[in-house]
């Protein structure tokens, strides 16, 4: 087994795990427990975080182009419709958006949820139960 170094950044860090594999260090790991609120779009497929710009979708190579998601997610158990979002996309449909992006759509969920902005529509939902379709 190999000793894990010390990191001094994030990037060293990450650029270490992209050359390295977790199986050499198993024995220095340890078990830990932390809460992720995980802010999912229910009206498609997650982006993925990019760190840094790119003009090709990491995971096929083509182009990526800017597009606007409205982003449907549940804050602190109501839905939350964030419109207007910065991201990039692939012809195959890989999302992308920019940390940044990311890093902002969190802090208006965070204000949205102490009530420190206010909405510009509020939409009304119809409801139904599915004995109705019988
Ligand atoms: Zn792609």
Known sequence: ??????????????????????????????????????????????????????????????????????????????LVSVRDVPAYQCDKGHIYMMAETFDLLLDLLEKENQQRIIPVEILHVPVFHLQQSF
């Not at 498609?44 to 975080?49: A, E, K, L, R």
Request: hydrophobic share 35%.
């Open 1 to 78: 087994m190999s000793k894990l170094p010390e990191f001094k950044t994030i990037a060293e860090e990450v650029a270490f795990w992209e050359s390295h594999s977790t199986a050499d260090y198993w024995d220095e790991s340890e078990i830990v427990h932390f809460d992720v609120d995980v802010y999912h779009n229910l009206l498609g497929d997650d982006p993925t975080i990019l760190l840094e710009k790119s003009d090709y979708c990491p995971r096929c190579q083509q182009s990526l182009v800017h597009v606007s998601l409205e982003y449907l997610t549940q804050n602190h158990g109501h």
